[in-house]
């Protein structure tokens, strides 16, 4: 069973919020408040999806010295590389660009490492071959910062390289000729959250600007804002925050997927059964993403990327098709990796404060996914590794009261390579090392949460008598799309609800559906994963959800998603 959660109750509006909001109702007044957004510009810049000041891309370190590399590399006709990795915001990215270049008349291909052969980011042996085959610049997209010594290797053969990447470097940036990166030492550009695609579109925007301010015409028009469809796709899997900037590219690209004009997009709708209209940042997370991903962890990425840039019709629908296949598949492995890596850690037995699997079975494509699981069962920080012949390859969980790649750099001395962010991480460590790291890691964990009371914390944004939902509420709700990380869906609180029916559905008996009434009015709930309550439902509950309109064989009900709920306090 999951552990319990904390609950916390609405916080109170401020005088501030309530003089200054007082134009707004009161739901979203108070969801305004819960979110920072106290003053009414801070409120508006919001609601409007504007991008902070100062996000033209020429402000971020980098990009004019990529822009006039960019443009010697075109009038000259030189083969350029993009270099991208093998998840769905790597994939998107290096479809951006190599679409945007390739549009603009440039010699350029993608390349995407094999997760299984050449593992994360660059390797010297695949710069040697693209430097062998002609091309003259590579350009990193989503991975490059932590690769000094490849970036020394990319100068050594005199292959250019600009690096563009997200994650946060490692002591000295790499040598290359220009590094993009709003996290790097002296870049002081005002966002530093955009996705590895969100990188690649700044680039792409910067030399749009750059051919303006000169002057030049090209022979059809081209615009960064075509591609803004693949920055959202990249950004939302990616999990990155959907605030400031993010959150503008986001909610204009959600625009563009709605009216697909890339066959591939399109035709991965189709097979996923969703309706293009409708594509939420939900439906990003939860559908599109996960299938973009399935390419790479089980073989190639190749046929994410390929699928994003076809422009044939058949072609698409197979690529599609296969991806489909290829998540259903994932979906199976995955499952059956979480039970062995339950059984190794030993989350129930154990008093560790970090949970550790590793095994030469595990499909090295997708540990992460069963870390990201046994940290939401468990809400520990995890680790689930592939223990291969001579390397062991981890990819790591983390809850917010622990900064994982914080932990990491602390035993770097251990690792081949490690990188990440604050919440998800991966490594390599000789075998022979391991033991070391992981008991190192594990008295890292025990310094900082031994202290703490360790349950995930559910914030209440509004407390509301359920009678007093009205669908009027969903039009205010909307207000707040692209919901995701760093911008959650608003979270209601109702309390004192009596259950009229419930049962337990899906594979597993794993989710609850209930009716509640508060004896005025009656909703239908649904309650993913948390179908360990059927058996000890109490008649009155205390329920956290979020309010949507579920649209099912063509009928739209309103109901209540469950986040927890409790038995009813008298």
Not at 513 to 522: A, F, H, N
Request: proline share 7%; net charge negative.
């Amino acid at each position: 069973m999951p552990p319990e959660k904390r609950w916390l109750d609405p916080p109170p509006l401020t005088a501030e919020a309530e003089h200054e909001l007082q134009g707004y109702p009161w739901v979203l007044r108070q969801i305004l408040s819960n979110r920072g957004y106290t003053s009414q510009a801070a409120a508006q810049q919001f609601l409007d999806a504007l991008p902070p000041p100062g996000t033209e891309p020429e402000n971020m370190l980098g990009i004019p010295q990529a822009v006039d590399r960019l443009e010697f590399a075109l009038d000259h006709a030189e083969p350029v590389a993009i270099y991208g990795d093998y998840d769905a915001d790597g994939v998107t990215a290096t479809a951006l660009l190599v679409q945007f270049l390739g549009q603009l008349g440039a010699n350029v291909r993608g390349y995407i490492p094999n997760r299984f052969d050449e593992g994360y980011g660059l390797n010297t042996d695949a710069l040697s071959s693209l430097k062998e085959q002609g091309t003259r610049l590579v350009i990193t997209v989503d991975c490059g910062i932590r690769s000094p010594v490849e970036a020394d290797h990319a100068q050594k053969i005199g292959l250019d390289l600009i690096i563009t990447d997200h994650h946060h470097p490692l002591g000295a940036v790499p040598p290359a000729l220009s590094v993009i990166n709003p996290k790097q030492p002296g870049d002081s550009y005002p966002d530093k959250n955009l996705a590895g695609v969100g990188l690649a579109y700044k680039l792409a925007a910067g030399f749009l600007n750059h051919l303006g301010k000169k002057h030049l015409v090209l022979d059809s028009p081209l615009v960064a804002d075509d591609f803004l469809d693949l920055v959202a796709l990249g950004t939302i899997s990616d999990l990155a925050p959907l605030k400031g900037e993010n959150r503008a590219l986001v909610k204009a690209g959600l625009q563009s997927i709605r009216q697909p004009h890339r066959q591939g997009l399109a035709a991965l709708i189709g097979v996923s059964g969703l309706i293009a209209q409708n594509v939420s940042a939900s439906d990003i997370s939860f559908t599109l993403g996960p299938r973009l991903n399935a390419a790479g962890r089980l073989d190639s990425a190749l046929a994410a990327f390929d699928l994003l840039i076809s422009t044939d019709l058949y072609q698409a629908g197979e690529l599609a098709q296969k991806l489909e296949n290829q998540n259903r598949e994932r979906q199976d492995i995955t499952r059956q990796a979480l039970a062995r890596a339950e059984a190794l850690a030993e989350p129930a037995q154990t008093d560790q404060l970090l949970l550790f699997a590793a095994d030469p079975e595990f499909n090295p494509g997708i540990v992460g996914l069963v870390a990201s699981r046994l940290t939401e069962l468990y809400y520990r920080p995890s680790v689930v590794a592939h223990f291969g012949p001579e390397y062991t390859r981890a990819s790591c969980r983390s809850i917010p009261e622990f900064h994982i790649t914080d932990a990491l750099d602390e035993c770097a001395d251990l690792l081949e390579h490690h990188g990440g962010h604050a919440a998800a991480a991966g490594f390599t460590v000789r075998n022979d090392r391991l033991p070391e790291l992981i008991m190192r890691l594990q008295q890292v964990a025990s310094r900082q949460l031994s202290t703490l009371d360790l349950r995930p914390t559910l914030q209440a944004d509004v407390e509301i008598p359920l009678h007093e939902l009205k669908p009027a509420i969903l039009e205010i709700l909307e207000q707040l799309q692209p919901t995701g990380n760093g911008n959650p869906p608003a979270f209601f609180l109702s309390r004192g609800l009596k259950i009229q029916r419930s049962k337990v559905v899906g594979k597993d008996n794993a989710h609850l559906k209930l009716t509640v009434t508060d004896g005025r009015i009656t909703y239908d709930a649904i309650g993913f994963r948390l179908g360990h309550w059927f058996e000890n439902m109490p008649p009155f509950v205390d329920l956290i959800y979020t309010y949507e309109m579920n649209e099912f064989n063509g009928n739209k009900t309103l109901q209540l998603n469950l986040r927890d709920l409790k038995p009813a306090q008298s």
